[in-house]
């Protein structure tokens, strides 16, 4: 507590890796597709295995070298005996285990392993999401349900949306861990021409931030939806912020700088971005979708739904003023009218 490593940069030229490194990747999503991108790009030497559901689409990436379902213009590079959909076997076999799945699948599909599967694993979580079941960040999860040391674990997050890594736009990526060098590591291998790289140690506030953010860039996109102009959006945004930093510093005190782009920049990514899966979810709300309407359209997960129920619980313990979380459960989750809930909201900003 109270210490604070300054953000670096990683230089990757002179890095040395281990050359019998096996990372998996868990998932078939956008983010997943850009992981995997990013891990092929980098030169330094890995193998890289792949973990998804749906046997249709590996059969297709197998053929095509492309996921037909996400993000498909991405050349996939990774051995076709590579991808496969045994987890067990996958999970088994490498030192590194990236999970990139939403939150709210995540426990139901761990839970065909045995609980020692991880022993000995680093285990880096890309996912910006509680365990709904459990209302936990993903850290805290595997720390719990599979003995996984914190010192294990690495939290991969941005500001970074998959569809600008696909187009090789310039891109930050934080690695936060207790362990800095593991931290480092892991960075060495995803750095790329276009992806760059900030090690922190603040594992539980990189990854309460990146998960509160989607319920703002919700807010954000409802906002949208009911007619607010960018004045209000920027009033809005600025609020957040502030409950952001609220949150992280009654969960985990430590002497953090708000406005790194951790939590900042990935606020403000998620909450303007047109790329983002939570504002385009929230602008159909604030449009008058149900939100079974919206989720059927989007094909796309926007965790910020889920993380607003979640938020709701664990804040009855730590009981931070957070406003803008209230108006979006009470949109959400008790059928409060948008317009109505954000003209209340507008009154308590400032
Ligand atoms: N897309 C992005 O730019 C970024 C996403 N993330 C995080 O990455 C995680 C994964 O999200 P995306 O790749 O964006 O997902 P996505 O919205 O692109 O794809 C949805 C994923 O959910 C899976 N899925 C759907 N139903 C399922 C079920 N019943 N059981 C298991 N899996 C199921 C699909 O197979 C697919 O992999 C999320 O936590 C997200 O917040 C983090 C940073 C950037
Ligand atoms: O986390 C993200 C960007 O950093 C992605 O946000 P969305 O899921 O809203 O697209």
Known sequence: MGRRFAFKFVNLRFSVMDTSTKIAV?????????????????????????WMRDEE???????????????????IKVPATNITSNLAEVVEKCDMILLNIPAAFLKEVLSTLNPDSFKGKKVISAIKGFIPEDNMIIGEFM???????????????????AEEVALEKLSYLTIASPDQALATEFANLVNTRYIKTNVSDDIYGTEYAAVLKNIY??????????????????????????EISRFVNAVHPIDRDIKESAYLGDLLVTAYSQFSRNRTFGNMIGKGY????????????????YASKSLHHINKQYKVNMPICRAVYAILYEKHSPSIEMKLLADQLS
């Not at 868990?26 to 792949?50: C, Q, V, Y």
């Not at 720390?143 to 949306?161: M, T, W, Y």
């Not at 149900?290 to 739904?305: H, K, P, T």
């Open 143 to 161: 720390n719990k349900s599979f003995q996984i040391p914190f010192e294990d674990i690495v939290v991969l997050s941005g500001p970074c949306h």
């Open 290 to 305: 149900n939100v079974r309407s919206a989720q059927l359209e989007m094909n796309m997960v926007a965790e910020g739904y």
């Open 26 to 50: 868990i998932g078939g999503g956008s983010w997943a597709t850009a992981n995997i991108k990013m891990l092929t790009d980098n030169r330094n030497p890995k193998e890289i295995f792949w």
């Open 57 to 75: 689409n590996i059969e297709h990436i197998k053929k095509y070298k492309h996921n037909g379902s996400y993000l498909s213009s991405i050349e």
């Open 217 to 242: 860039a919700v807010a954000s996109g409802i906002c949208h939806g009911v007619g607010y102009g960018d004045n209000f959006q920027s009033v809005l945004i600025s609020n957040a912020i502030q």
